[in-house]
């Protein structure tokens, strides 16, 4: 025992490196799981890592600053430095191809729009709320005007860690915008006083009864419970993966995911494609009557865009009965932080601005387009971009992954692994330890001022006093070679119904924005 020992004992420190890699060679030659690794020992494990940060390495060292998605690195970069506050300008001219297909063009006015000493924007540069009411048209019991036309989307506490949710809240909180909890219920995570939409899908997490069902009676008493839930949202499908259910294994479920979601620890939760609450548009209508009676509170429906048979369905019966929901989110194909298989984020669905302007000119057709608050939410949190999507009909925005960037996200596009490196999309508590929640709440709101900011610069510049005055007339957008640019009512065939606009200083003395009467605010 002692001789080996002491000839392990007199083994260099080189030595030991060429035992270690001897001992994986060996184990690569017999294995017979990867080709790679069994054909090229050693040398197969370079390759396997460099593929693993592949998307890192583009990001880096191969992509130009125009060509990589779903964001380019001039639009992470805006973000990142909008959020810190950090200079965002260009200098000498923009790199980008302005001849490039679907480029949008801002016609700006001679003269541009004139802020007076009192108003609300010299008061506070970023002060852009909804310009329609959340509600009023169905007399909802307590209407909603968003303080900001940009929130947060959809995103649930377990897709998201929680620690980045609550540094979404909190910033929302400061920014004075709106948190939409996502399909998995509402969490601690969300309560830290910021505005929260209440989402639910088809697993009605948060509001399930035994049966895997829908509970009013759990709905009412969230409601009662969080006073800050202004609105409810019921989930028709997403822009990743448009009608298909999901399943979330038990081995993720924990205590504390159970007990928010109405589920068992350890047990496989089904989310079908279909709602077991109702399973047409009469009975969805119906559906959320009942939600809007129960808990007096606007509600409405969020989907992706293909066929319009059954939205045209909807449309007729609130033009018959006056029923139906108070808005209506457009989420687009091209996908968000939801896992999807490829098929379906690729193909399943019409990206953004092809299925609003098909849902839109059709609600319009049915002279429903000033009663409903249309949502936008698929890569709009740029303000040119949201410029675009309020001359075609959008009353507010929600954002996503561009929200995710603001407090951390590099865009790794590996979230449906538990693996973020930035801890924001992963339950892991190592990996969430980077997140300063101060800090990163701070930014999130500082990303919505700065947006807001530069989005009332542009809506100026176009002699306009709020986004909603928009018109389609106003964006031009390049579509081919023959004529570069044309106007958005020549290229999607309608014009946006008008805005009932009586200026900003109205919207500041709204009794319902953002969900509080003028004493609760003037008492906050």
Request: charged share 20%; net charge neutral; proline share 5%.
């Amino acid at each position: 025992m002692d001789t080996i020992l002491n000839f392990l004992g007199n083994i260099a420190w080189w030595g030991w490196i060429l035992i270690v890699i001897a001992v994986i060679a060996l184990r690569d030659i017999f294995q017979r799981k990867h080709t790679i690794s069994h054909n090229f020992p050693i040398v197969g494990h370079i390759r396997y890592m460099l593929e693993s940060i592949g998307p890192e390495m583009r990001q880096y060292f191969v992509a130009n600053n125009r060509e990589e998605l779903p964001f380019n690195r001039i639009e992470r970069g805006w973000i990142y430095a909008s959020a810190k506050k950090e200079n965002n300008y260009e200098g000498f001219g923009t790199d980008r191809d302005i001849y490039a297909h679907q480029h949008i063009f801002i016609n700006n006015a001679m003269m541009p729009y004139q802020v007076k000493e009192n108003h609300p924007n010299t008061k506070d540069k970023s002060f852009l709320p909804c310009a329609k009411v959340i509600g009023t048209y169905h007399n909802r019991k307590k209407p909603y005007r968003p303080a900001s036309i940009i929130n947060v989307s959809a995103m649930s506490f377990g897709s998201l860690s929680a620690k980045a949710i609550e540094s979404l809240n909190k910033g929302v909180k400061i920014a004075g915008a709106y948190h939409n909890t996502g399909e998995g219920g509402l969490s601690p995570y969300h309560s830290h006083g910021g505005d929260v939409v209440f989402h639910f899908g088809t697993g009605y997490f948060g509001v399930r009864a035994e049966d895997g069902g829908f509970s009013m009676e759990k709905m009412i008493k969230l409601v009662e419970k969080n006073p800050f839930i202004r609105a409810i949202e019921v989930k028709l499908s997403q822009g990743a993966k448009p009608g298909k259910g999901g399943v979330l294994p038990g081995a993720k479920i924990t205590p504390e995911i159970a007990e928010i979601r109405g589920v068992e620890v350890g047990k496989d939760v089904l989310s079908p494609p279909n709602h077991k609450a109702f399973s047409n548009v009469p009975e969805m209508v119906d559906f959320i009557e009942e939600i809007a009676a129960a808990t007096g509170l606007p509600v409405g429906i969020k989907a992706a865009i293909g066929k319009l048979e059954q939205w045209e369905e909807l449309a007729d019966i609130m033009v018959k009965t006056g029923k139906g929901p108070d808005f209506i989110t457009v989420d687009g194909g091209e996908g968000g932080t939801g896992a999807a298989p490829p098929s379906f984020a690729d193909h399943v669905s019409l990206p953004w601005v092809y299925g609003f302007s098909d849902l839109y000119r059709m609600f319009q057709e049915k002279g429903l387009s000033e009663h409903i608050v249309f949502i936008g939410s698929g890569k709009l949190g740029f303000p040119a971009k949201a410029a675009m999507a309020f001359s075609m009909g959008v009353d507010c925005i929600n954002v996503a992954r561009e929200a995710m960037m603001s407090i951390g996200c590099i865009q790794a596009q590996i979230c449906h692994t538990n693996r973020c490196p930035a801890g924001v999309a992963t339950q892991s508590k190592w990996l969430q330890n980077g997140i300063n929640i101060p800090l990163k709440s701070d930014r999130l709101a500082q990303y919505f001022k700065t947006f807001r900011k530069e989005f009332i610069e542009i809506t100026h510049a176009a002699g306009y006093e709020h986004p909603c005055q928009f018109k389609m007339s106003d964006i031009e957008i390049n579509l081919n070679d023959n004529k570069i640019s044309t106007e958005l009512d020549k290229t999607y065939c309608y014009e946006k119904s008008p805005v009932p606009f009586n200026g900003m200083q109205e919207l500041y003395d709204c009794q319902h924005l953002g969900g509080k009467n003028k004493m609760e605010m003037e008492n906050a």
